[in-house]
Nanobody, 128 residues
Framework: QVQLVESGGGSVQAGGSLRLSCAAS??????MAWFRQAPGKQREGVAA????????SYAVSVKGRFTLSQDNSRNTLFLEMNMLKPEDTAMYYC???????????????????????WGQGTQVTVSS
């Protein structure tokens, strides 16, 4: 079983920065990711990481502005968000899943249906 607890959300002005944290426990965490969901919109992938290998994947909309990292124990996943825009406003969720036979990084990384464990979310609000 995996438990995920997000923190670090808040309200900032456009151009500002926030750092989200996801504290994780449990061992079924081959892949971890951040997703976001704005009111009335579908949940979308923001960034994902192959925990042991370090490979990362970013949504086009955040590439160059957001950066994933882990602590040395790989028990905390961070999302550094810079140059924030009003369209980044959403509830941000941390997610995780174990490895499965036949996994393909490119087809699973940023798609929410591929993840089994979810945190409760942390709100990010960016004002113009």
């Amino acid at each position: 079983q995996v438990q995920l607890v997000e923190s670090g959300g808040g309200s900032v002005q456009a151009g500002g920065s926030l750092r989200l944290s996801c504290a994780a426990s449990g061992t079924d965490r081959t892949y971890m990711a951040w997703f976001r969901q704005a009111p009335g919109k579908q949940r979308e992938g923001v960034a994902a990481i192959y925990v042991s290998g370090g490979a990362t994947s970013y949504a086009v909309s955040v590439k160059g502005r957001f950066t994933l990292s882990q602590d040395n124990s790989r028990n905390t996943l961070f999302l550094e968000m810079n140059m924030l825009k009003p369209e980044d406003t959403a509830m941000y969720y941390c997610a995780a899943r174990a490895a499965r036979l036949g996994d393909s990084w490119s087809t699973l990384a940023l798609y929410p249906e591929n993840y089994d464990y979810w945190g409760q979310g942390t709100q990010v609000t960016v004002s113009s």
